[in-house]
C-alpha cells in the first residue's frame, strides 16, 4: 500500500511505495528493491522500497530523495558543501522507519 511521509520543512509529502501490488500497478518488478524519483506528470516524489524493513535500502535511497528535493526547492548542494542533503536524508529515514515501517528509532 502507497502511503505519505511528510517533509514539513519544505510543506510537502513524498509517496512512499512498498508493497509489491503497488509496485506492479506502476509497471515495475515487484523485485526491485528501491528506487527514489519525481513524476512531473503528477508533481510529485516518490520513494519505492521493500516491503519489509531493510536500512541500507532505506539509506541508499533516502540519500537519493534528499538530493532531489533540496535541488527542487533550490538548494545547491556540492561535494565540499552537503550538509543539507545529510540532514535532509536523516529526517527522510527517520519518517520512513517510524510511519511507514513502524520501527521505533
Known amino acids: 500500500m502507497s ?4 517533509i514539513d520543512i519544505f510543506d510537502m509529502q513524498i509517496t512512499v511505495i512498498t508493497s509489491n501490488a503497488d509496485k506492479k500497478a506502476m509497471g515495475w518488478d515487484e523485485d526491485d528493491l528501491g528506487m527514489a ?3 512531473e506528470e503528477q508533481n510529485a516524489f516518490f520513494i519505492v522500497l521493500p516491503t519489509k524493513w531493510d536500512e ?4 541508499h535511497e533516502a540519500h537519493h530523495m534528499a538530493r532531489m528535493v533540496n535541488e527542487h526547492y533550490g538548494i545547491k548542494t556540492t561535494a565540499q558543501c552537503h550538509e543539507a ?5 536523516e529526517y527522510i529515514v ?4 517510524t510511519t511507514i ?4 528509532l
Open 56 to 59: 541500507s535500502t532505506t539509506y
Open 94 to 97: 527517520r519518517q520512513i522507519k
Open 37 to 39: 524519483g519525481y513524476s
Open 85 to 89: 542533503d545529510a540532514y535532509l536524508m
Open 3 to 6: 502511503t505519505y511521509i511528510d
Open 101 to 104: 515501517y513502524k520501527r521505533k
